[in-house]
């Protein structure tokens, strides 16, 4: 069974850092691209960035591009999100996503998604 | 404002069809890109619903069905149940912006 479980979410002020991991289980996470997509409250769904299996590619929206560096360590099989300068428009439940085969990195889709873990940005 | 459009609500009876439309654009559904749909409970994480436009992952009641043309596409939901309500988003790529889009979301309520 596909596990996907974020952490690391908080309470940080603006301009300040947070790293968020992704624990996957249940597939060979090496061989699948994974993605980050966050949901403001109330609001509706935003794709933030995305890497390939190897971690060599990597993808990033425009609103987060510059602040935000997603990784993966293969070994550990753990998905990460390191957000730096960050806003008070990055407050957001932040969902880890699986990219399946069928799919590219460049033009994903989803197939399983973690719980989500939610970062508040305010002073 | 989202880059595909969808309908903020739909509502229909128990049992009824309902469509929820995503009307996007030449860089994104017009260009050819697929359109994948997502659901999403209250309180709970999306979880794929149509993918390619038109397939359903395993598991997923064929009362679910999608479609695309041209630069919109729609997913139908027919025998309409109570456990349907929630929230639905279309999903595509746009080569504007080199990235994934999703639709603003459409609230489905069941009466």
Redesign the interface.
Known sequence: EVQLLESGGGLVQPGGSLRLSCAASGFTFSSYAM?W?RQAPGK????VS?ISGSGGST????SVKGRFTISRDNSKNTLYLQMNSLRAEDTAVY?CAKI?H??TV???????????TLVTVSS | Q?VLTQPPSVSGAPGQRVTISCTGSSSNIGAG??V?W?QQLPG?????LI??NSNR?SGVPDRFSGSKSGTSASLAISGLQAEDEADY?C?S?DSS?????????TKLTVL
Request: hydrophobic share 25%; proline share 8%; charged share 10%.
């Open positions: 993605s997509v509706g769904l935003e794709w995305a993808y990033y929206a425009d969902y399946p069928y799919a460049t033009t994903p889709y989803f197939d399983y998604w973690g719980q989500g | 989202s890109y697929d994948h997502y709970t994480a999306p979880k794929l993918y390619g992952p988003y999903q790529y912006l080199s990235g994934s889009v999703f639709g603003g979301g």
